[in-house]
């Protein structure tokens, strides 16, 4: 169960992402704590309502909010319907675009431009919406980004993605320092390699063990790892944590595999 969070009880917190691996973590461990989750989500309607389902029988309170990133309407739209009820108090900003096997010479101007706008476009609309909802309400919230080791060193095959997550990094510390003047803590979780729908869409279980093997601890997170590190995060356990890139990584960027 991890550790009690009684802080987190009547609040309201929209993941991006949430109804599948990380997201879907994240969101579980908010609602066994009496938090409202809005699940963010664009495409998979069976998986989403799988999830939805499954909080609901266990007695949280959820509700799903479909909505493609890539479009700034769809997110207003969105953000809007959420904010009927009044400002959120958490936000985790899960959700991020990548192709694989796109080199620097493979990538086109349209693939940077979508990864562009579900990695920062979307986060920075969602971000500055959500904490002017705050400020107007005089509401101390707390914020997490999910970036990875895609945002401090280079790989091949994913120049769109690693550009987008660094400049992801940065955005955080800039608004970070912002937003603290408000009483909004914002942070971000550095991700490693975690065991998601996600990655096994990408890699094959054979790809996935060796890859698994290259990590110092030996092996990928669980999704529940990565999830507990963004619930401490959003707790006032970290209430001095601001503008950090929180490493959890199975300690990769220790021993990077720079073949990958």
Request: proline share 2%.
């Amino acid at each position: 169960m991890g550790p009690a969070y009684p802080e987190f009880k009547g609040k309201r917190a929209l993941i991006t992402g949430g109804t599948q691996g990380i997201g879907k973590a994240i969101a579980g461990r908010l609602a066994r704590q009496g938090t409202a989750v809005y699940l963010n989500y664009s495409r998979n309607d069976q998986a989403a309502r799988e999830t939805l389902d499954q909080f609901h029988e266990a007695g949280y309170a959820a509700e799903l909010c479909k909505a493609d990133l890539r479009t700034a309407a769809a997110v207003e739209t969105m953000l809007d319907q959420i904010h009927q009820k009044g400002p959120l108090d958490l936000l985790v900003c899960n959700a991020a675009y990548q192709e694989k096997n796109r080199d620097f010479f493979k990538t086109d101007l349209a693939l940077i431009q979508r990864t562009l706008e579900v990695n920062i476009l979307a986060n920075f609309q969602i971000i500055q919406k959500v904490a002017r909802e705050m400020i107007a309400a005089g509401c101390k919230g707390q914020m997490v980004m999910c970036s990875s080791g895609h945002g401090t060193m280079a790989f091949k095959g994913t120049f769109a993605y690693d550009v987008s997550k660094a400049a992801l990094n940065h955005f955080m510390r800039c608004a970070a320092l912002e937003l603290v003047e408000h009483g909004i803590r914002l942070n971000a979780a550095d991700i490693g390699w975690t065991r998601t729908p996600g990655e096994r869409r990408w890699f094959s279980e054979e790809e996935q063990n060796r890859l698994s093997r290259s990590i110092p601890i030996g092996r990928a997170a669980q999704a529940d790892e990565i999830a507990a590190v963004i619930e401490f995060l959003l707790s006032d356990q970290a209430s001095y944590v601001v503008g950090s890139l929180y490493t959890v990584d199975g300690g990769f960027v220790l021993r990077p595999n720079l073949s990958l």
